[in-house]
């Protein structure tokens, strides 16, 4: 028994097994993966399904990078138990791989609330590339279409949609979605950005769908009458996938728990990605669901197998793409004592920060990433600023840098 097992093949499994290399390490590492090839999911809700992106464009690495890092990658396979003092891990092969240290990369399912009527065959979610190419194959122009959801995949794929021809209705129980990262006036203008685009949003929940001889019927709350469409997706979140970490006994929150080092309750098994949830001090915290925060994960899961020091902690950071514009944000604006816009919302790009005295805890940008990438160093910096310096669209930001 030998080296590193990795089960999952998304950003944070590729991501340990490519730090692993880099920081040194000389064992044995093995990537399973359900999947043909490694891919990124990310482009499933913007270009790939446009069709300005093909499937071999999606992989997070060119097959021969796997050669290249010695790393073997056995694909199309499930793994169905892990025992892990025995630091094995079952294949639905038959076969059973045994190593020093397995980490679960696991991912997630897309969330499919119990809706009545919700099992009929127009209703979709989008997390695989099969998901996407069902959607894909649903999207022809004219086509009504209803998004359930309006965080970031529910809003990227309607952006999409409507970029193909079809007609969108957003329903969210939320007036502005992603308030708690974006605070209330960015998330209102970016929510507000669909109307522009021509997309109707409405306020509210759906509480069944019926089935229609050519659609499919949506019932809502709050009495709105019901409407017809071609097709719905379900775009509200993400359930963690747990079941090797239930079968092998490890402890599980609303994901699997594990400590700063990304070791689960079990040493030699640890968790990166969507599953992990971390409690440190013994709090429990969320998990981040972002594709940094997974490639960050590996670096950290890297970092303990070799016994290294983990890369420095850096504000959770994130982006979206929709109607032609670039958002980052990083931190949580609705933690900020007060809001400084850099610009205007009706300019073709500006900044929001967010601060708490005189120091950033946040910021949010639309095509200005500079700004964003200053931001992140100078929460992570802890460095005072000026608010007015901030708000100045004449300022270098970089030279907030030096304090």
């Known amino acids: 028994m030998s080296g590193v097992l990795i089960v999952g093949g998304g950003i944070a499994g590729v991501s340990t097994a490519a730090a692993l290399r880099a920081g040194g390490f000389d064992g044995d590492v093995t990537l399973v993966d359900e999947g043909e090839f490694p891919y990124d999911?990310?482009?499933?809700?913007?270009?790939?399904?446009?069709?300005?992106?093909?499937?071999?464009?999606?992989?997070?690495?060119?097959?021969?990078?796997?050669?290249?890092?010695?790393?073997?990658?056995?694909?199309?396979?499930?793994?169905?138990?892990?025992?892990?003092?025995?630091?094995?891990?079952?294949?639905?092969?038959g076969a059973v791989l045994r190593a020093d240290r397995v980490v679960l990369a696991t991912g997630g399912h897309a969330a499919r609330p119990p809706i009545?009527?919700?099992?009929?065959?127009?209703?979709?979610?989008?997390?695989?590339?099969?998901?996407?190419?069902?959607?894909?194959?649903?999207l022809n122009p004219g086509a009504r279409v209803l998004v359930v959801g309006a965080g970031l995949i529910g809003a990227e794929t309607a952006s999409t949609m409507t970029g193909l021809g079809c007609e969108v209705v957003i329903a969210d129980p939320e007036a502005r979605p992603l308030e708690p990262v974006l605070g209330p006036e960015f998330a209102a203008w970016l929510h507000g950005q669909h109307a522009v685009r021509g997309i109707e949003t409405v306020q509210q929940t759906i509480t069944s769908f019926g089935k229609q001889p050519n659609g499919i019927r949506a019932y809502f709350g709050g009495g709105r009458a019901p409407e017809d469409f071609d097709a719905v997706l379900l775009g509200v979140g993400m359930v963690p996938r747990v079941e090797l970490a239930k079968s092998a006994g490890l402890v599980v929150e609303r994901g699997i728990v594990?400590?700063?080092?990304?070791?689960?309750?079990?040493?030699?098994?640890?968790?990166?990605?969507?599953?992990?949830?971390?409690?440190?001090?013994?709090?429990?915290?969320?998990?981040?669901?972002?594709?940094?925060?997974?490639?960050?994960?590996?670096?950290?899961?890297?970092?303990?197998?070799?016994?290294t020091a983990p890369p420095p902690a850096s504000a959770p950071w994130f982006w979206t793409d929709r109607h032609g514009r670039h958002i980052e944000a990083v931190g949580r604006l609705a933690e900020a004592e007060r809001a400084v816009l850099r610009g205007a919302f009706a300019d073709p790009s500006f900044s929001m920060f967010g601060l708490v005295g005189d120091h950033v805890v946040a910021a949010a940008s639309v095509d200005e990433p500079n700004a964003v990438r200053t931001a992140r160093r100078l929460i992570d910096r802890r460095i005072p600023v000026d608010a007015s310096r901030l708000a100045d669209t004449g300022t270098n930001l970089r030279t907030l840098l030096r304090g």
């Open 116 to 138: 009545p009527g919700a099992d009929n065959d127009r209703v979709h979610v989008l997390r695989t590339l099969a998901d996407a190419d069902r959607l894909r194959a649903a």
């Open 258 to 307: 594990v400590d700063a080092r990304h070791a689960s309750s079990h040493p030699n098994v640890l968790v990166v990605g969507d599953p992990a949830r971390m409690r440190v001090s013994g709090v429990l915290h969320p998990s981040a669901e972002h594709w940094d925060a997974a490639q960050v994960d590996g670096a950290r899961a890297a970092a303990a197998i070799l016994g």
């Open 41 to 93: 999911r990310p482009p499933l809700s913007k270009e790939y399904l446009a069709g300005a992106r093909d499937v071999k464009q999606l992989a997070l690495q060119p097959p021969e990078w796997y050669d290249e890092q010695r790393i073997q990658l056995i694909n199309r396979t499930r793994a169905t138990a892990l025992h892990g003092a025995e630091g094995a891990v079952e294949l639905d092969s």
